[in-house]
């Protein structure tokens, strides 16, 4: 009796901490997330802005950065009034899908970087021609309106506040689809197919950075053949070892591209994987349906940490852009000494963190 008394006491005890660590979680991740991302993405943006000869890859770069920016900022002003009961009323409640939609639209861009780098690696003759600054601007503008109307569009038809005013719902004819469709459509529309396209745009881009490397080692091989028989023994030596060195030099170039690209898909990977994996996973209670309270205790602890996850995939890009990056950390020295870079650096026309993708 005593001992069975004594695990039901542990057994509360353990909820009632569960639920408690959820609850913290839940009230004070938000600030971190914001205070850590939004900083940095205004300065990703000034430094990407600021380096000479804008490209695709730059607009791309500072078209994520503001979308990231303006997304973790959307969803602290929503938590904030979720958490003090903020008057939303009719039209609080069907504007409020704009931390959906800029999320997505942040998912989006960067699976748009990912194309131009797949492009730039796999294609680089073609790329001049086939990603350029006014198409990607174009493709950027009508992924933005085609993410909006249809955001803009359920919200509007389906969502509307109770009669209080101070909470939102949905109207109960739509509610089956709500709880159902409208969950997987969300899902699969903000995260999962972002998440295969950013996968298979970073295995064929790795693909073809090895291929890249195997074509060039053959076009050098060749060239040292030809010139052996060309050059006499002293200048052969030297050739061969230019071609040697232009060969190590390239070749350290390609491992520092994918090493960025395994970095970045893994960092994804992380943030992302948890979200997805509750949303597989975890099923919601039926009306009436009871539920193991220690068990559902532990989703909402997890519920909690993958909110952390995936809402810090909004913060980190400057981060993983100044690590793997050294023209990003040379840019952004000169930024905050409101310096401009000198010589050949500030004429460069490219960003070689582009080559990262994101979370």
Not at 34 to 53: D, E, K, Q, Y
Not at 139 to 159: D, G, K, P, Q
Request: glycine residues 6%.
């Amino acid at each position: 009796m005593v001992a069975g008394l004594m695990r039901i006491l542990v057994r509360r005890n353990e909820i009632e901490r569960l639920r408690q660590m959820a609850s913290d979680i839940k009230r004070t991740y938000i600030w971190v997330v914001w205070a850590l991302g939004f900083p940095s993405n205004i300065l990703c943006v000034v430094t990407v802005l600021s380096m000479r000869g804008p490209s695709p890859a730059t607009f791309l770069v500072s078209t994520l950065a503001v979308t990231d920016g303006l997304a973790i900022s959307a969803k602290l002003l929503a938590h904030q009034f979720g958490q003090w009961q903020v008057y939303m009323g009719t039209v609080g409640c069907k504007s409020n899908f704009w931390a959906i939609f800029l999320s997505s639209l942040a998912n989006w861009t960067l699976v748009l970087i990912c194309g131009e780098r797949y492009v730039a690696v796999c294609f680089p003759l073609k790329k001049v021609y086939v990603v350029t600054r006014r198409r990607c601007q174009v493709t950027v503008l009508a992924l933005a309106l085609t993410l909006l109307i249809f955001f803009a569009s359920v919200y509007y038809v389906m969502r509307d506040a109770d009669s209080t005013g101070y909470y939102c719902g949905t109207y109960n004819k739509y509610l089956a689809f709500w709880t159902t469709g409208w969950y997987w459509i969300n899902t699969l529309i903000s995260l999962f197919l972002p998440f295969l396209c950013i996968v298979l745009l970073t295995a064929l881009i790795v693909y073809g950075l090895m291929r890249s490397r195997r074509e060039r080692r053959g076009i050098l091989g060749k060239t040292a053949d030809v010139r052996q028989h060309l050059m006499d023994g002293s200048n052969n030596k030297n050739r061969r070892g230019t071609n040697q060195r232009l060969l190590k030099e390239a070749e350290a170039v390609e491992r520092s591209i994918t090493a960025m690209l395994i970095l970045a898909a893994a960092i994804f990977l992380l943030l992302a994987l948890p979200t997805c994996i509750y949303l597989l996973a975890y099923k919601q209670p039926r009306y009436g349906e009871s539920r193991d309270p220690l068990l559902e205790a532990r989703w909402a602890l997890f519920d909690q940490i993958q909110f952390v996850l995936i809402d810090s995939s909004h913060a980190v890009n400057f981060f993983l852009y100044f690590l793997s990056a050294q023209r990003f950390r040379r840019q952004l020295y000169h930024v905050i000494r409101c310096r401009r870079l000198p010589g050949r650096e500030s004429q460069s026309r490219t960003l070689e963190m582009t080559n990262i993708t994101h979370p």
